[in-house]
């Protein structure tokens, strides 16, 4: 494989904008300067921060990541620096947080846009003095760490809305590094299928006939909304369903869903903030799922009281006593219906979504589109940990 289509840094790609990518991490590696990473989810942003660490001067050290958004906004600061004994109830020792153990090394913030506002006050100051106290405690640290940061949020819109604070942003941005959609850059796909193939075959000692340039063609006019992250396991899942055979177009049909099945999650506004995005989306589910409910009802009546349906001819003599009862049905079906809040639905829809993961609120967060943050809260607010015992 040529070094422009993936060299040391793992990044896989011959498009200009990745060959960009590679020669900004090559500037930037060496120093200690912060980094924001920014692009959707499934880019690749680990990738590059990887990269990164590993082409500077602190490779030799630990490089530490940390999801913002799935650690609970209780723990957090604990989290990041620590925290002394007797600091709170369960604290029955002394703990390092993540910025003492990647001290000399590098800490990478992944999802930096779901920081609370109190802890973003407190990441500025070690980024601007390198010093931290941990909960409880009274002593001063001082601390060597180099911060890379990345969000598929924008942050900008963020900073107006008072939801991130604007001197941590100008801090963070110093460089930052963009990686655009699968679908901005269809050049690199051939290539990624190609490379996760081989690897994927070799791990897992599969022989495989590969796949015909026709079906590659097919899988490069999708949009992936996953991008490389989604592409990959779909690449990996077809070689074990199709038992090595040779993908044909034929055989990427039965696994793909629909090109132009439309996405929830593709029209919400970019410029709300995290939680107002995601609530929003719950809402657009409930509303989908409140349509059905329509649909299901009007079946129900075509079903019941055919006589009703729009072309038929009633029979005269059944057509007056039928028509009130009728009406009558839609309207206590329509009343029945208003008194199902979206709250209510939204409790029920998070609730079947935590039963089919297992509770796995990972998993589920991933499943609703929202932050395990958010999925937290939600759990509290409507007291589903209980409703689960």
């Not at 009130?324 to 709250?343: D, F, G, I, T």
């Amino acid at each position: 494989m040529s070094s422009s289509s993936k060299d040391d840094m793992g990044i896989i790609g011959k498009s200009p904008v990745i060959r960009q990518i590679r020669e900004t991490i090559r500037q930037i590696a060496p120093t200690n300067i912060p980094v924001l990473i920014t692009g959707e989810s499934g880019v690749g942003k680990e990738l590059v921060a990887h990269a990164i660490h590993k082409h500077s001067r602190r490779a030799t050290r630990l490089m530490l990541t940390v999801n913002c958004g799935a650690i609970p906004e209780g723990i957090l600061e604990s989290e990041l620096f620590g925290h002394q004994r007797g600091a709170f109830t369960g604290a029955v020792e002394t703990r390092k947080g993540y910025f003492e153990l990647a001290d000399g090394g590098t800490l990478f913030l992944d999802e930096i846009g779901e920081l609370p506002i109190a802890i973003q006050v407190k990441l500025l100051r070690v980024l601007e003095t390198k010093e931290f106290m941990r909960v409880g405690g009274g002593k001063v640290h001082q601390v060597d760490v180099r911060i890379i940061a990345a969000t598929n949020k924008d942050l900008e819109a963020a900073v107006l809305e008072g939801q991130f604070r604007k001197d941590l942003f100008y801090r963070l941005n110093a460089i930052k590094i963009h990686i655009p959609s699968l679908r901005e850059r269809r050049e690199d796909i051939p290539l990624l299928i190609e490379v996760f193939t081989k690897e994927f075959c070799q791990e897992n000692n599969l022989k495989f006939e590969g796949f015909s340039p026709e079906a590659i063609k097919m899988l490069q006019n999708r949009d992936w909304p996953g991008n490389v992250r989604e592409l990959k396991n779909f690449v990996q899942s077809v070689i074990i369903l199709e038992r090595g055979q040779r993908i044909t177009p034929e055989k990427l049909t039965k696994h793909l869903s629909p090109v132009n099945q439309p996405e929830r999650n593709l029209p919400v506004p970019t410029y709300l903030s995290s939680e107002k995005a995601e609530r929003e989306l719950l809402y657009r589910v409930l509303l989908e799922l409140k349509s059905d409910m329509n649909q299901i009802k009007n079946l129900l009546m075509q079903q019941f009281y055919p006589l009703h349906r729009s072309g038929s001819q009633p029979i005269t003599v059944y057509e007056a006593p039928v028509q009130p009862v009728v009406e009558e049905n839609e309207k206590m079906a329509k009343r029945k219906e208003e008194q199902v809040s979206l709250r209510d639905m939204e409790r029920e829809l998070i609730r079947k979504t935590l039963e089919q993961c297992n509770w796995n609120k990972r998993k589920a967060a991933q499943i609703l589109k929202i932050s395990e943050r958010t999925l937290y809260r939600k759990i509290d607010e409507y007291n589903l940990e209980t409703a689960s015992n």
